[in-house]
């Protein structure tokens, strides 16, 4: 499942994603268990209560860059499809958005998310 809390008085909000259902275990569908029309609409809800949200799953965005798949060079982690709407989604909200935590590689890593054009903002 996935699911939020949130701490009214310090305009805190934790969103639990069950990030299993963006890797290739998944089929088609183009929003398993609709989380992400569920996400959108807990971010969009979020910026405007001013809310800080972080967000927290088991398997993280992008590539596991320890893996070397054989014929690839890393080894995805989520689909494409789930990876581009989960960064759009990001960069959407990265005003409210301040931490991201994932489990998963049984190893400490650092990603930054940069914007469209590359660059990062403040």
């Not at 959407?92 to 660059?119: A, C």
Request: with cysteine; proline share 2%.
């Amino acid at each position: 499942g996935y699911y939020t809390i949130e701490q009214k008085s310090m305009k805190l909000r934790i969103i639990a994603l069950n990030t299993n259902l963006c890797s290739d275990l998944v089929g088609i569908e183009a929003d398993p268990s609709g989380q992400w029309k569920w996400l959108e609409e807990t971010l969009a809800k979020s910026q405007r209560n001013k809310e800080t949200v972080y967000l927290v799953g088991h398997m993280p965005p992008g590539v596991d860059e320890r893996e070397n798949g054989g014929i690839l060079l890393f080894q995805d982690i989520f689909q494409d499809r789930f990876n581009e709407r989960y960064l759009r989604l990001v960069r959407k909200y990265s005003d409210i958005i301040v931490g991201q935590f994932f489990g998963h590689l049984h190893s400490d890593s650092f990603r930054v998310i940069y914007s469209e054009d590359g660059r990062f903002s403040e």
